[in-house]
């Protein structure tokens, strides 16, 4: 059983920059995908991010050159820099990991005002 907890949401004015953070615990070993989705009210989850335990990654187009995922293995956490936020940015952000099955962190909030 994988747990994931996450960090670093919050308030920030448009152009800001926030960091999320989420560390994984139990079962770390058999991870072979972490990333980050999104959801905003109303509003499907949709993906952000995510990179491969060998380091390859994946980003959704609205996010291109803006935000960058990385992953500390040693850490077993995997964090989403997140830089030009634009208020269209504001959404619950939700860690998730696959082993075989995926696992989801409780979200954090990012809001981002004009």
């Known amino acids: 059983q994988v747990q994931l907890v996450e960090s670093g949401g919050g308030l920030v004015q448009a152009g800001g920059s926030l960091r999320l953070s989420c560390a994984a615990s139990g079962g770390i070993s058999r991870i072979n995908l972490m990333g980050w989705y999104r959801q905003a009210p109303g509003k499907q989850r949709e993906l952000v991010a995510t990179?491969?335990?060998?380091?390859?990654?994946v980003y959704a187009d609205s996010v291109k050159g803006r935000f960058t995922i990385s992953r500390d293995s040693a850490k077993s956490t995997v964090y989403l820099q997140m830089n030009s936020l634009k208020p269209e940015d504001t959404s619950v952000y939700y860690c998730?990991?696959?082993?075989?099955?995926?696992?989801w962190g409780q979200g954090t909030q990012v809001t981002v005002s004009t």
């Open positions: 990179v491969t335990s060998d380091g390859s990654t």
């Open positions: 998730y990991a696959r082993v075989v099955l995926v696992y």
